[in-house]
Structures are given as structure tokens and as C-alpha cells.
């Protein structure tokens, strides 16, 4: 094992251990800096802020990459300054190198992007779509009632263990970003779709997980994805969605209705209700194209 792969390996334990961050995060953090590290093609403590720059511009422009043709976005570029920033604390930290070589490289400005909202039809047209010709048809209903109906992230929802569930009560517990838990109201028809999957889940799977595979083992995120381009290419659904646009949208619904902006934003998980005012925007966005339209200078 050379010295890059084992800081590579150490850095990992700690931001799992000491910084506890959700496991996406540390393999995303992990693959960032290796990246970087497999590029520079020298020790870590060596590499300098002229190395960190001509890479962002390399991965900028798409010259440079470690999976041919991949377009680095700009809040692709961000994540990845955050993980490098992070890994050179921690050499610091370490006294593994003199000082972070990040510290006056600038992130880029990201702007605030409006995401795909899906209509309430649209929603209802997806779930229609879905066959109950199989227990998988029974799982995948059940998976787009809960991830609309409680504005689940598609990591919540594929981890969502059956120990999680409160039906009697009304609610469902979520571990969220950062093992932050939660309670979460879930609705009749969620309810519903839920316990027709338990009536055809199979009885050769003894997961603790509530959605589960073919084998018996828990669905992943990917296959979660893969299901909703599925149901939303059945439904005529033009749109380029995936799991979190069923998140944005029961937001967005819940705003239009009245729903106040501090329930939603603990209804969803987020920290700072900065990130769950984007659903005001998306709502403002409707009104003005109202106006515009009925405009007397228009």
C-alpha cells in the first residue's frame, strides 16, 4: 500500500468516525481526493495550490477525467474543492503537511436552480402506470406513494426498516443526513400501498428492510432510480426527474396549499430553513407568469 492509498484509507476512517458523516458523503469525499491524488502522481503533501488549480480547470473544460466523457458541473467542482479543503485539514491536523494548499482557491458560485416539479396529475399518473401483476408492482407503488407522500430523499426510503413504521400512529421514523432522526406524517394512501406490499412481500425474505430485491436483500438507490424513469417514461412524462423530484414536488405542493414553511422544512430534514425557501421561489415563479400574462403593458 503506498502513502497516497493509505491517507486515502485514514481520511476515510475519519470522516466516518470522528466527523460522522453519512456514508455517501465519506465515499464521495474519498473518491474526490483520490482522484485528484491518482492525477497529481505524487506524495499528498507534495501537491500545491498551482497542482489544485490546473486541475479544476482541466475537469472544468471535461479535458481531464477519470470517467471519459463525464461533465464536471459546477456544484460538481464545489463538492470536490470541499473534500480536498477537508482532506488537507486533516493532514494538517496530522502534521502530515505544512498548511492546506486549498485554503485561497475560491469555490465556484452556484446558482439557486429551480428543480423539476412534477403536477399533482403527473404524480397520480406515474403511480397509475405501475402493473400489480407481481409483488415487485406491489413494492414499486409502495415506493412511489412513500416517497411522494412523505417527501422522503431516496437514501431514506431505500434504508426505511420495517421497525421504522408507525402506522397505527400516523408516522414513520427517518434516519436522515448525518444520523439525524426524525418523525414524519404518512398518509392514508401511502398506509395503503404500503400494507398491499406487505401482503405480497416475499416470505423467503427475512430483511429488516421494508423494500427489498429480487433476493431478498435490501433495493438500492439505484434500482430506486432506474424504477422512476421506468414508471415516468410509462406515464408520457417528458420531464427529467428522478427520486428527489417526487421530494420537490410534495414540497412544493405542500407550499402551494398553505402548509407553513417551518413544518415543511422539518418535515423534510433540511438544517437551515434557507434550503426549504426554494419552494417559495418555485410557487412566486407560478404567480408571475400569471401576471405577466394578464399584464396591461403587456
Request: glycine share 6%.
Amino acid at each position: 500500500m503506498d502513502a497516497n492509498t493509505k491517507l486515502c484509507k485514514d481520511f476515510s476512517y475519519h470522516l466516518k468516525i470522528e466527523r460522522a458523516l453519512s456514508p455517501n458523503t465519506v465515499a464521495a469525499y474519498t473518491r474526490d481526493v483520490r482522484d485528484f491524488l491518482k492525477w497529481a502522481g505524487k506524495d499528498a503533501s507534495m501537491c500545491t495550490p498551482e497542482d489544485i488549480c490546473e486541475y479544476f480547470s482541466l475537469r472544468k473544460v471535461s479535458n481531464f477525467s477519470s470517467r471519459q466523457g463525464e461533465h464536471i458541473s459546477a456544484r460538481s467542482q464545489s463538492r470536490m474543492l470541499s473534500a480536498l479543503k477537508c482532506f488537507y485539514d486533516f493532514l494538517t491536523m496530522e502534521e502530515l503537511c505544512e498548511a492546506n494548499p486549498c485554503r485561497k482557491i475560491d469555490a465556484p458560485k452556484l446558482g439557486r436552480e429551480l428543480p423539476a416539479v412534477l403536477s399533482v396529475e403527473e404524480v397520480e399518473a406515474m403511480i397509475g402506470t405501475v402493473e400489480l401483476s407481481s409483488w415487485q408492482g406491489y413494492r414499486d407503488r409502495a415506493i412511489l406513494e412513500i416517497l411522494y407522500g412523505c417527501g422522503l430523499r431516496v437514501s431514506e426510503c431505500s434504508g426505511l426498516k420495517l421497525s421504522n413504521l408507525y402506522f397505527e400512529d400516523g408516522f414513520v421514523r427517518i434516519i436522515g443526513k448525518g444520523d439525524k432522526e426524525r418523525l414524519v406524517p404518512v398518509g392514508e394512501m401511502a398506509v395503503a400501498a404500503v400494507t398491499a406490499y406487505m401482503e405480497q412481500r416475499p416470505s423467503f425474505s427475512d430483511s429488516e428492510y421494508l423494500f427489498v430485491n429480487s433476493r431478498g436483500g435490501r433495493l438500492s438507490r439505484v434500482s430506486i432510480f432506474k424504477m422512476i424513469k421506468k414508471q415516468a417514461s410509462a406515464a408520457g412524462i417528458a420531464k427529467d426527474i428522478s427520486p428527489h423530484s417526487l421530494r420537490h414536488s410534495f414540497a412544493t405542493h405542500l407550499v402551494e396549499n398553505g402548509a407553513p414553511l417551518r413544518l415543511v422544512q422539518e418535515m423534510l430534514g433540511h438544517e437551515s430553513i434557507l434550503t426549504t425557501e426554494i419552494y417559495t421561489h418555485i410557487e412566486s415563479s407560478k404567480w408571475q407568469k400569471q401576471i405577466l400574462l394578464h399584464h396591461p403593458r403587456r
